[in-house]
């Protein structure tokens, strides 16, 4: 009996060898991996019938499953990332430098080709027309030219015959200038002096502004064919005794309107309207201006000559 105690048993010494000191975290992470792939590899067996693998096995797979487990993607190095960023900066700006280079170039052969074009025209002139207004000097003819003078009216100017954007280009003391197209005429301008009596029996009545007795007594020498002037009413201007609306239209209207606006300083004229065009003192270079259409005959202008004084 005592040598039965004594016996060791063989399992017990293989099991033995296989007790480690401290568990690998490998093993941590196999462990619940292993179980179950045993659970899954059971099932597995019992339904198609194959063996279930065994404890050697599972140990064997645990390193690799602990390399998938731990495995992570290579970090992507922030300098390469900014250094990519400020590559692509340089070359955006780079790009923008030289479509700005090309642009500067372009403008600077339009501006070049236009200079040659207008000395051309300077030099092929040959015309000579007269100023019908005192009229503004421009740069140029668009929108962007700058205003470099005035041209008094029965000035005899000399003319290239271009035109463009509502004006036309004259020489003055030899350099290109551009003014409102319709105010140059190959007949020198005759003023119609105003003054004179007053015959057909028109009146404005008393109160209206002094001036406005001078533009009646003025249209009325010149043309008695006007009888009918209209002064106060209860709006703006003509509530003041500053207006008066002189009922005319046609080409007579016309007559009026730039004989009030050539004696406009002896009138203290500060701006008329007619045709659904007005012109001013302070704006008296650019000639008579287009004006929306307010609707109407009358609304428009075309029945009358409307006059304002200061």
Partial sequence: MAKHRHKRETNARVFTRFIPRAIPRAAIVAAPIAVMATLS?????????????????????APRVEAALTKREAPVSRTQSRR????????????????????????????AKERRKTQRAINGATTKLWTTATLNLWSASGDDAE??????????????????DG??????????????????DDEKPVVKAVG??????TSVPSGVDPSIVKVHRA????????????????????GQG???????????????????RANHAALGIEYLIYAQKIWSVERGGEGWRGMSDRGSVTANHYDHVHVTVY
């Fill in 196 to 201: 004179g009596a007053c015959t057909n029996g």
């Fill in 167 to 184: 004006r036309e280009e004259i020489v003055l003391q030899g350099s290109a200038r551009w003014v409102t197209t319709g105010y140059l």
């Fill in 41 to 61: 590899a059971v099932t597995l067996g019992v339904v198609e019938g194959e063996p279930v693998s065994s404890d050697a096995d599972l140990r064997a797979e």
């Fill in 84 to 111: 990519s960023i400020a590559v692509g900066k340089a070359v955006a700006k780079a790009a923008t430098a030289a479509e700005a280079a090309e642009a500067a170039e372009a403008a600077r052969a339009a501006a």
């Fill in 242 to 260: 500053r207006a008066v609306d002189i009922m005319i239209s046609g080409e007579t209207g016309w007559e009026i309107a730039e004989m009030l």
């Fill in 219 to 238: 249209v009325c020498a010149a043309f008695p064919q006007v009888t009918t002037y209209g002064t106060f009413r209860n709006d703006g201007e003509h």
């Fill in 147 to 164: 205003k470099v003078g005035l041209i008094d009216s029965g000035k005899k100017v000399l003319v290239t015959g271009r035109k463009a």
